[in-house]
């Protein structure tokens, strides 16, 4: 079935050769990173934190259980590339209404499979994250080496712009892929609905999750959606209660606009960030960022609370970091950080309730523990 060549080169001269599927007769370059999440390919495809990079599942078989129209985090695959080990010929689930190679191929999505994936991160994990080049179609070693070398990189570049929203909106479940929130009596399925007086969020979409709206929502907060490049004063007008920071693609310190709107807003209103919303306060405080080497990208990273002891399994989806010396000398608290490498996951304002966590608590795909976090986001408004 899948019998047309597909490559993925890396800067560094390594090529691995394997079928191609998805989108056909493709070149394209992109970040190459890897993603050690056992399951919710589909999430991650569509999670705009992915623009320009090229994604390599370190699950030996991904496509099993198909793609739905329900399970997605945006309008559609935000992935450059799609890298697997083993592409299941066969779909098998009640809700699936088309394979992944289908799904790839009508959103324009270029897919790898039949290389061995172990060995790509590997050497990503010792050299560090990778320019690279996929393509599904005949290209010479050289040429894909030689494009993937010459591609300008994430550094420096302004990705949310590409995925925020255009439009103010209001946020509204059921005209959203997944519709309205469930619970399941009796059970932990689902979340369970806020049924007291709500209150009103304005979001700022650095290139948010449909999961991370429907959690705000379902914690009691009527969601106003705003693009990424709102000044302070339009958020002012509308007289919000609290204010929150989404995830994002890209390097945190070229969205220099959004750390001016922050650093005014964090002064009179609740605030909580997640992942590029934690890099933009911290930016916001007058701390930096860094480059991490090969970044956090998977559903099973622990993050330790270092104020209550508490570990939490996480959701993880990022490159930088914020350099905890700089929180802590320009007034924040670091408050969370990853038990594998010790980084910043977490931070708040020692006189505010302002806050930001380095992960993805609204888990699409991943743990739900940390949910938590929009509640106390909530409590914090009263």
Not at 27 to 46: C, D, H, P, R, W
Not at 116 to 133: E, H, M, N, P, S
Not at 275 to 288: K, P, V
Not at 295 to 318: D, F, M
């Amino acid at each position: 079935m899948y019998d047309r060549p597909g490559v993925i080169a890396l800067e560094d001269g390594s090529v691995f050769r394997g079928r191609a599927f998805g989108a056909v007769a493709v070149k394209a370059v992109g970040e190459a990173v890897f993603n050690t999440s056992m399951t919710g390919y589909q999430e991650i495809l569509t999670d705009p934190s992915y623009l320009g990079q090229i994604v390599t599942m370190t699950a030996p078989q991904i496509g099993n259980y198909g793609v739905n129209p329900e399970d997605v985090e945006s309008d559609g695959p935000k992935v450059t590339g799609f890298v697997v080990r083993d592409l299941s010929p066969l779909v098998s689930n009640w809700r699936a209404a088309e394979s992944l190679h289908e799904y790839l191929a009508r959103h324009g999505v270029p897919g790898v499979t039949g290389v061995d994936t172990r060995a790509i991160a590997k050497r990503l994990r010792v050299t560090g994250v990778q320019k690279a080049c996929i393509a599904t179609e005949d290209i010479s070693d050289e040429e894909a080496v030689r494009r993937a070398r010459e591609w300008v990189g994430l550094e420096n570049v302004d990705y949310v712009k590409e995925v925020s929203t255009k439009v103010i909106y209001e946020f509204d479940p059921d005209k959203t892929p997944g519709g309205h929130p469930f619970f399941v009596e009796g059970t932990k399925l689902g979340d369970s609905v806020h049924t007291g007086p709500r209150k009103r969020c304005v979001a700022y979409d650095l290139g948010a999750k449909y999961n991370t709206l429907r959690k705000l929502w379902r914690a009691g907060f009527d969601v106003t959606v705003v693009p990424a490049s709102t000044p302070a004063s339009v958020v002012r007008s509308m007289n919000p209660d609290a204010i929150f920071l989404s995830n994002g693609p890209g390097d945190p310190a070229p969205l220099t606009y959004v750390h001016e709107a922050v650093r005014d807003l964090m002064q009179d209103f609740p605030m909580f960030g997640i992942c590029m919303g934690n890099h933009m306060l911290s930016h916001a405080l007058g701390a930096d960022t860094f480059k991490l080497k090969f970044g956090h990208r998977g559903a099973n990273h622990p993050v330790k609370n270092l104020e209550t002891g508490h570990v939490y399994i996480t959701s993880q989806n990022h490159g930088f970091a914020a350099k905890p010396e700089d929180v802590t000398a320009k007034g924040g608290v670091v408050t969370e950080v990853n038990m594998n490498d010790g980084t910043v996951s977490g931070i708040r304002l020692k006189d505010k309730p302002v806050f930001a966590v380095q992960y993805h608590p609204e888990a699409s795909p991943g743990p739900h523990e940390s949910g938590v976090h929009f509640q106390t986001f909530f409590d914090s408004c009263k």
